[in-house]
């Protein structure tokens, strides 16, 4: 089953941590797919500057709680 661009959006909101190989295995499709699918609807970057975010959250969570 090929995912729509709505529905792979609503995968990378839920959690966009989540690997391509666990997105691949709950969908049914490979993870080549999966990329693909990334890049033709181009959530590929979408995906990106929200793990960055989420990162750049933690990250400073740390750094205040050493200081």
């Not at 959006?9 to 490979?30: F, H, K, V, Y």
Request: aromatic share 4%; proline share 1%; no cysteine.
């Amino acid at each position: 089953m090929r995912l729509t661009e709505e529905q792979l959006q609503e995968i990378i909101d839920e959690n966009p941590l989540r690997s391509l190989s666990s997105i691949s295995e709950a969908t049914g499709n490979s993870r080549t797919e999966i990329e693909k699918l990334l890049k033709t609807y181009k959530l590929d970057e979408y995906r990106n500057r929200k793990i960055k975010r989420l990162r750049g959250d933690k990250a400073r969570k740390r750094r205040d709680v050493q200081y």
